[in-house]
């Protein structure tokens, strides 16, 4: 079946380093936009970057643009973000979800089960 | 406005019709998609485009708009309805992807 997995979140310190991982499974990965999206302890949805299917195309969110990255490896099915300089700010799950667009617009039809980033000294 | 502005909670009684409605300049020109998330899942998309469902979601969902707003409608609401609901579209520079503040719904 369809499917996202994530891994990698974990404790970090405060202007540390993480990589998160998104395996996906079930559909062919390298036709679709991939992207990460956020939510802290009891807040809201952010969307935190995008990725195009063959990569020529990269966005971020003006909290995340400089420290983070985000790539992926199609051979491997597989989706990146590399999270530098983490602040106690980015603590939060991270999604990782399939893009649908649809005109000008878009969706996020498939999500991971998200993996948990602890950003504390 | 960036933003997209949702009620922070909405009620229904079991059985009846709720409205949930996102607010934002962007929604002239962007459709909306909305997005369930019950506690401790992460979100299902429920509605995207002018008004289409994803397969498995009931045909008691829907969407629409209207100038700077969009509204999902949920006619005859069930019990496993009550969670959390995001619209999504893009912001008032059409660059960055938004969420609204999220509702929760809460079935009576």
């Known amino acids: 079946q369809v499917q996202l997995v994530e891994s990698g979140g974990g404790l970090v310190k405060p202007g540390g380093s993480l990589r998160l991982s998104c395996a996906a499974s079930g559909f062919t990965f390298s036709d679709y936009y991939m992207s990460w999206i956020r939510q802290a302890p009891g807040k809201g949805l952010e969307w935190v970057s995008y990725?195009?299917?063959?990569?020529?195309?990269?966005n971020y969110a003006d909290s995340v643009k400089g420290r983070f990255t985000i790539s992926r490896d199609n051979a491997k099915n597989s989706l990146y973000l590399q999270m530098n300089s983490l602040r106690a700010e980015d603590t939060a799950v991270y999604y990782c979800a399939r893009a649908l667009i649809v005109g000008a617009s878009d969706a996020f039809d498939i999500w991971g089960q998200g993996t948990m980033v602890t950003v504390s000294s | 406005s960036s933003e997209l502005t949702q009620d922070p909670a909405v009620s229904v009684a079991l059985g009846q019709t709720v409205r949930i409605t996102c607010q934002g300049d962007?929604?002239?020109?962007?459709?909306a998609s909305w997005y369930q998330q019950k506690p401790g899942q992460a979100p299902v998309l429920v509605i995207y485009?002018?008004?289409n469902r994803p397969s498995g979601i009931p045909d008691r969902f829907s969407g629409s708009s209207s100038g700077n707003t969009a509204s999902l409608t949920i006619t005859g609401a069930q019990a496993e309805d009550e969670a959390d609901y995001y619209c999504n579209s893009r912001d008032s520079s059409g660059n960055h992807p938004l969420f609204g503040g999220g509702t929760k719904l809460t079935v009576l």
């Open positions: 962007s929604l002239r020109s962007y459709y």
């Open positions: 485009g002018k008004n």
């Open positions: 990725i195009s299917s063959s990569s020529s195309y990269t």
